[in-house]
């Protein structure tokens, strides 16, 4: 960015928000989920991950799930005072934000789960379809929830993704963690370029299942997920608007965990939820580049966050969390 977000590495994925369809009949959508995975995870604990601010039930106007990235909760990347949520609102679209097992380390077989849950529960509350915001593995997680149980299509009106790990990430360092003795956590495995998983996501076609409207946003100064300057961009999709924040604004240096808050990201949601369809970078506003984060974030602590999250990230994807030694066996409900 003209205006430093550097500092910030690590594998931090958000998430972000999708919406509920009235146009589908209760008995339709009971039909369409008998033929769909069953969630396997008990459902006080889906529950109990789901967090939403009050101003979500029964919303006039567009509600946003926030989806997360590797190594952080929910709460640390989009809660408290001067953060992500609270500017999301100040902006007039209230949010829930999902908090995964294991620093949203884990299996992302099982993280969909809780994406698929809280899609439903999020528009069953705000009686309306929903727009979903994720960053890194929080942008490919609400892609595999619509991709593999398609009744959520009609519930959600966008998906905004930052940064996400789409077709996998070559940075070095990532990768090479797990050729340690102790292996690196799932999540890690499965965001790697040429993952078991990501191989069998993007084996289908439609990269974009509608009608959901979709849009990428992604840093070309990425350190963590790469190639993003590439002919073919990691984080881009097929079907998408696809949008570089350094194309809007250029010279900024937005990094990795920086692009969930920068304020081409910010602006990209709120065109898409508040005009319809995908984002159009002809319509972002003309002073988007005047300053480094969306409007209403408190730029001091979320400069600090930014400054501490590499270490953080690092400290807990080495020695606090669960690590395996192979990459987890794809299941069969996506092998398809």
């Not at 101003?55 to 953060?83: D, I, K, N, Q, Y």
């Not at 380390?105 to 993280?111: E, I, L, Y």
Request: a positive charge.
């Amino acid at each position: 960015m003209g205006l430093r977000t550097r500092g910030a590495a690590a594998l931090c994925l958000l998430a972000t928000a999708a919406g509920a369809a009235v146009a589908t009949s209760p008995a339709s959508a009971a039909d369409s989920r008998r033929t769909e995975q069953r969630l396997g995870v008990p459902t006080a604990r889906l529950q109990a991950a789901l967090h939403c601010q009050p101003e979500v039930r029964r919303s006039r106007s567009r509600t946003v799930m926030l989806v997360t990235g590797t190594g952080f909760t929910g709460a640390e990347a989009w809660s408290g005072a001067g953060g992500f949520q609270e500017a999301l609102l100040k902006a007039g679209h209230p949010s829930c934000y999902v908090d995964f097992p294991d620093l949203t380390t884990g299996d992302m077989q099982v993280a969909v789960q809780y994406v698929v849950y809280g899609i439903r529960r999020q528009a069953r509350l705000a009686r309306s379809r929903i727009a979903v915001y994720g960053v890194s593995q929080g942008g490919v997680l609400p892609r595999m929830a619509l991709m593999f149980w398609p009744s959520l299509r009609r519930q959600v009106s966008d998906v905004v993704a930052v940064a996400g790990t789409q077709h996998g990430t070559t940075a070095g360092a990532l990768i090479g963690s797990c050729q340690s003795p102790a292996g690196c956590p799932p999540a890690v495995w499965q965001q790697s370029f040429n993952s078991n998983l990501l191989k069998w996501v993007n084996r289908r076609a439609d990269e974009t299942p509608g009608p959901t409207a979709w849009t990428t946003v992604r840093t070309e100064e990425d350190e963590v997920v790469t190639p993003q300057d590439a002919l073919y961009p990691t984080s881009s999709l097929r079907g998408a608007t696809n949008i570089s924040i350094q194309r809007v604004c250029p010279g900024r240096e937005t990094t990795h965990i920086g692009a969930a808050y920068d304020s081409v990201s910010f602006a990209a949601l709120r065109d898409a939820v508040e005009r319809g369809g995908a984002a159009d970078q002809a319509r972002l506003p003309a002073d988007v580049c005047a300053q480094a984060f969306a409007p209403g974030l408190d730029v001091a602590r979320t400069q600090t966050m930014l400054d501490a999250s590499l270490g953080l990230a690092a400290q807990r994807l080495l020695g606090q969390v669960t690590r395996v030694t192979a990459e987890p066996p794809v299941k069969r409900y996506i092998r398809r």
